[in-house]
């Protein structure tokens, strides 16, 4: 399949695996070491075709490999969440390789889907109905020997979660996840546990809520860890839909060092 070769430019479930807080921060070399990751990485939206297999199949290996389900016929992962139309769906490449995928809903009264809302609907519909809205970032998986190899790949995986919560100014940043990985949400983002552990259709586990408020920690969020910095210019070419005709584009770079330099 012949891709378009256009890219943005830089001007304008994945386990714990993290650093000790000692290394974090701006100017630790754990930062530096992000925002060099960063210059080997695409975000690619995945709409269609042989780049919606590549992660559905990605899914399913990660998965596998962790327990977290059984054997798959066509050794695929997919729900009619994928379909809905407040999900986005992402690639991340490095250096050219599928490394990870992550797929995001923006919860609104108006679009209330998600894999959050399906196991806690009766927490959050409420507060739909009072007006919050929430990011839920959900089917985080990695290829193994990216995964080793790029210690720094849940960071930018979830940079895109922290990027969608700016972009739709989001009550909440939400996290439906395996308790063990509790603690790496809980420092990264400020995650509160706001709900016990329940089933996950399509997953032999059992997942719990986590939040983190957007208005109370996103600055903190960001003084922290910089590498998740992006100028409004990637979140819209990240998460505005293509009008009638428009082609989305197929590859968007990230601009945190690019956006520290221009602060």
Do not use: W
Not at 126 to 146: C, I, K, Q
Request: aromatic share 8%.
């Amino acid at each position: 399949m012949v891709r378009r070769a256009c890219k943005v430019m830089r001007s304008s479930s994945i386990s714990g695996v993290s650093p000790s807080t000692r290394q974090e921060g701006d100017g630790s070399s754990f930062a530096r070491g992000i925002l060099n990751l960063l210059e080997h990485v695409e975000y690619r939206r995945c709409e269609s075709g042989e780049d919606l297999e590549a992660i559905y199949r990605l899914r399913y290996k990660a998965y596998r490999l962790a327990g977290m389900v059984g054997e798959i016929k066509d050794r695929l992962i997919s729900d009619e969440l994928d379909d809905a139309p407040n999900c986005y769906r992402f690639g991340i490449f490095i250096d050219g390789e599928l490394a990870s995928t992550i797929r995001i809903h923006h919860l609104s009264l108006a679009n209330p889907m998600s894999g959050s809302m399906m196991a806690f609907g009766d927490l959050l519909h409420p507060r739909l109905l009072h007006g919050e809205t929430f990011v839920d970032p959900s089917r985080l998986a990695a290829e193994p020997e990216m995964a080793s190899a790029h210690r720094g790949l849940p960071y930018v995986t979830v940079r895109l979660a922290v990027a969608a919560s700016l972009h739709f100014k989001a009550t909440s940043c939400l996290s439906t996840i395996r308790e063990e990985h509790r603690a790496f949400y809980q420092r990264v983002i400020n995650s509160v546990q706001v709900g016990k552990a329940r089933a996950y259709e399509g997953l032999s586990i059992h997942t719990i809520l986590c939040e983190s408020n957007c208005e109370a920690n996103i600055a903190n969020i960001l003084r922290r860890f910089p590498f998740f910095v992006s100028s409004t210019f990637e979140q819209r070419m990240l998460f505005k839909r293509p009008t009638r005709g428009e082609l989305p584009p197929l590859t968007v770079l990230p601009t945190a060092k690019y956006s520290l330099a221009a602060a």
